[in-house]
């Protein structure tokens, strides 16, 4: 996946700006929503709960920080945790990216032949996309019971916001158990319906209109795309002076400017990739204007992952 880390002055940097715990989180009602889970990203940490039920599950993600960030939910195989996360995974994947920065492509992918056997038995099972500073976006999935990791690899002058340099402090990682008791959430009912493959692309049947919608995602298959990730869905509001070319290559983490902050635009949420053959949704507000769905993987556009859109004002 991805996974990255910061310098120790950056992370001091981070540290020194983001609001102190006493700050309200603005208005969110917070009385107790079965199955809905708040993930608060301050600074460069995500901020969630240590144990919560299996079922449907709603990741309601709050970025409080200066920055865009994702919350990409993983579950780990047996034995397994943020300790070991940390140790083995997140290192390779800074070293990779230092090693591509440097143009030295043959040794970076040497390094990622370091990642552990167990890398490949993580499961990645969405969460929330792509959340520009300030915003909440909401994200559900269902989970069986086991530990699991929201991560986001977003990066910051060159580091992924999953890796710290110091040993001794985690990346933007947060560990999590799901029990084996059940919430009480239903599956979501769908407004608009996404379907994603490899060959179709981002295909989306329903009525764009105004409003508040749920979107349901079918991963119809999965792969492994040029920079080792699956494909996923986010959604860009798309401004009239926003280079389509530059949201593209911003998109693949691989690049030297790719995920790394600022974006080029507004992003409003999403749901990162999931296994083929499941569902999963996230929750919009449309407003009259442009956007578009996007995967974060290379030539999106080339493979029907960059869909753009239009919302008409809801008066015609
Ligand atoms: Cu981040």
Redesign the pocket.
Known sequence: MKRIGLVTTLLLLAGACAPTDDTPSSSLDLAYTPGVVDVI?RG?T?DAPDEIPSGWTTFRFINE?P????ALVERLPDGQGIGSQQAEVAPVFQDGLDLLGAGETEAALQRFGDLPSWFGDIVFLGGPGLTSPGRTSQTTVFLEPGTYLLE???K?GGVF??FNADPAING?VHEFRVTGERSEAAEPSATLQIEISTAGGIEVEGDLVPGEHTVAVRFVDQTVHENFVGHDVHLVRVSDDLDLGELEQWMDWSQPTGLQ?PAPAQFLGGINEMPAGTTGFFSVTLEPGNYAWISEVPNSSEKGMLKLFSVPSGDN
Not at 67 to 70: C, G, S
């Open positions: 990203a460069l995500l920080s920055m865009i960030h994702f986001c690899y977003v910051t916001h999953s933007m902050t």
